[in-house]
């Protein structure tokens, strides 16, 4: 179980590494790698304490390993969840032939017209099990998990990658795909 500081410092990469890194005043190549010594830096500058240290701990100890560390430890990159425009260079990869994916019951009824849409996100986020969509949809309300027939999907060319911590992604993920309970 990470500790609170662990928590924190690992909030402050997601915010930063994902969607404003501008808010530490630090610059995400278009790889979404970033400098861990310019991190450090700017977070000192809005007055929060981080080092290599501390941030090696996050990286290691995150229950869903948010984040990958270059060779040398001197890169940091977020694994998945971006809004900012990111190349991950992640390879299509043939899915299972079903992936699960979790929501709340207002959305359902955009959902039925519009499919699932990445929304501020640069994919639509799926996983391999139904209990991760289930935690997925519960940070919203009562979860509600839709099933995704990936299999027909992929063989009609709609392409899927996987992120270096097991998420599934997809661009979009037309209505005719899914199965609603
Ligand atoms: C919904 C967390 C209306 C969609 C999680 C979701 C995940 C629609 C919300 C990762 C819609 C977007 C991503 C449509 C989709 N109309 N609503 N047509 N299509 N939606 O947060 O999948 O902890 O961008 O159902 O564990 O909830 O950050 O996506 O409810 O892996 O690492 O629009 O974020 O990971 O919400 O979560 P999000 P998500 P981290």
Do not use: C
């Not at 830096?41 to 809005?46: D, E, I, K, L, T």
């Not at 390879?91 to 519009?114: K, M, N, Y």
């Not at 990658?161 to 795909?177: C, E, H, I, K, Q």
Request: hydrophobic share 35%.
């Amino acid at each position: 179980m990470s500790d609170q500081s662990t928590v924190k410092t690992s909030k402050l990469l997601s915010l930063v590494l994902r969607h404003r890194p501008e808010a530490i005043g630090i610059e995400v190549d278009p790889h979404g790698w970033a400098s861990v010594e310019e991190i450090i830096a700017g977070a000192r500058r809005q007055g929060t304490s981080i080092d290599r240290e501390s941030i090696a701990r996050a990286v290691r100890e995150n229950d869903k390993q948010r984040f990958t560390l270059s060779d040398d430890g001197n890169r940091i990159r977020a694994n998945q969840g971006h809004s900012i425009k990111v190349d991950l260079e992640l390879a299509p990869l043939e899915p299972p032939p079903q992936v699960f994916h979790g929501t709340v019951a207002r959305f359902l009824d955009s959902i039925r017209q519009q499919g699932l849409v990445p929304g501020t996100r640069q994919h639509v986020h799926l996983s391999a099990d139904e209990k991760t969509a289930l935690i997925v949809g519960s940070r919203r309300g009562k979860p509600i998990v839709l099933e995704v027939d990936s299999g027909a999907m992929s063989r009609d060319g709609l392409p899927f990658y996987r992120s270096a911590n097991g998420v599934w992604l997809t661009d979009f993920v037309p209505a005719r795909y899914l199965t609603f309970p």
